[in-house]
């Protein structure tokens, strides 16, 4: 009875039996194994290596003319670190939507607003300075698309 | 027990007052540092209408070539006829189709269509007529952009914002001057010498002349005005003592397709 499938008619039929197995145990460990090899494949590739931190340096010539004390950015480093994409953005819409080009900074000096005109005037080592970064933290900005850096032109005028 | 009554309203009360008026004893008590913010260029040119008179009589073919080419140099418009890599050559077909321009000479039956007549014209298709962005003061680009990537300007300006421009076209659609372009592709490779100081565009844009936004916003006139030689006159409509009201007031002026009720901003003295 204990077999049997009941439905309302009474007796059906007898339950079918099927042998309890792990059939094609080789080929789906095999291939479970594979598979997993292969998504864990990056993590075993880069194991044990370290990717360096990277360093944006200011030994721009444009910096190295100016005198020590003059050595500032825009905003204070600290924040200019965390959140120069703000600033760049709130840059961008004052000055295409409002019209106003320009900034004064928190120790009252005025800047143009201007990505290739003010900050790469400075930081003319686009690779070294904004890719770095960029890179290891895996974001590609879209500035370069239009906005032109002065990489070119200052190694041109070494 | 919790707090009574009495305790409650007298807690919410007193930081009723200590948020409203906190805020302002801690500005006046500690004079904080300078907040960042932009303000406009003290050197800037402003108006509150923007316009432009384009004295047909001054203008000869060789002005008006040059007023597009300094156009175009300042602004990073590609010449899609002179690549920098020969591989990059179009057929002329798609030169045509291509063809990026803020602003052009073209004849006067294609500049005024609907007041050509048959005869008396002579003189007026010989004319280099010089066509750029009307600046509309109803522009239905601005109507149609589904991201307000083109928007008019508290100055008469219609302004595009590249960074919002989706491609989508609707403008040059809704454009009865044709003034707008299109990026099919990426215009670098057609620039001759680039101005550093310009951004160019991307593939996927469209752009068309701005007024010279950031001309005038460091107190230089438009970059055809200066290469004009005195035949093309812009400045403050609302201003009665203005150079364009001067124009406007003494000659006679025609507008391109006015009729269509766009308001388009540039004037012509045939």
């Known amino acids: 009875m204990n077999n049997q499938i009941k439905n309302e008619f009474g ?4 339950r079918p039996t099927v042998e309890k197995k792990f059939y094609n145990r080789l080929p789906i460990v095999l291939g479970l194994a594979i598979f997993f090899v292969l998504v864990t494949l990056p993590l075993w590739q880069n194991v044990g290596k370290a990717v360096p931190v990277p360093q944006p340096q200011l030994d721009t010539p444009a910096i190295q003319k100016m005198a020590e004390k003059d050595r500032k950015c825009v905003e204070p480093t600290a924040y200019m670190r965390s959140n120069h994409m703000l600033l760049l953005v709130n840059w961008r819409e004052d000055v295409v939507r409002e019209g106003t080009h320009d900034f004064a900074s928190p120790d009252g000096k005025k800047y143009v607003a201007s990505l290739s005109n003010t900050c790469m005037q400075c930081h003319s080592n686009k690779t070294q300075f904004c890719d770095q970064c960029h890179n290891y933290v895996a974001v590609t900005p879209t500035c370069w698309g239009c906005h032109l850096d002065q990489e070119k032109k200052v190694a041109e005028a070494k | 027990m919790g707090i009574n009554r009495r305790e409650f309203l007298r807690l919410a009360g007193l930081s009723t007052i200590i948020g409203l008026g906190g805020k302002a004893a801690f500005d006046l008590l500690f004079p904080g540092e300078l907040e960042a913010q932009l303000l406009a260029a003290p050197g800037a040119l402003t ?5 432009m008179v384009i004295d047909m009589r001054k203008l000869d073919e060789a002005t008006a070539r040059k007023c597009a080419e300094a156009c175009h140099r300042v602004h990073n418009v590609p010449n899609f006829a002179q690549p920098n890599n020969p591989q990059d050559a179009l057929s002329p077909e798609l030169l045509v189709r291509r063809e990026v321009k803020w602003i052009w000479a073209d004849h006067y039956h294609n500049a005024f269509p609907g007041l050509e007549q048959e005869h008396g014209q002579e003189r007026l298709e010989s004319l280099p007529f010089l066509v750029l962005c009307n600046h509309c003061d109803n522009p239905p680009c601005v109507r149609v952009c589904p991201t307000q990537a083109t928007f008019k300007r508290a100055d008469g300006i219609v302004m595009m914002d590249m960074h919002r421009c989706i491609g989508c076209r609707y403008c040059m659609a809704g454009c009865p001057f044709g003034a707008r372009s299109f990026n099919w ?6 620039i001759k010498e680039v101005n550093q100081n310009y951004p160019t565009r991307e ?11 950031e001309r005038l916003a460091v107190g230089l006139m438009p970059a055809c005005v200066e290469a004009s030689k ?5 400045g403050d409509l609302t201003n ?7 124009q406007l007031r003494t000659q006679f002026t025609i507008r391109r397709k006015a009729y269509l009720g766009t308001n388009p901003q540039v004037y012509y003295i045939v």
């Open chain 1, 11 to 14: 007796v059906f039929a007898e």
């Open chain 2, 203 to 213: 593939i996927g844009v469209v752009e068309k002349c701005t007024f010279c936004t």
């Open chain 2, 185 to 190: 592709r990426d215009p670098r490779p057609f």
């Open chain 2, 240 to 246: 009665p003592q203005s150079k364009v009201r001067e």
């Open chain 2, 230 to 234: 005195g035949a093309l006159v812009f």
């Open chain 2, 47 to 51: 108006a509150k209408r923007w316009a």
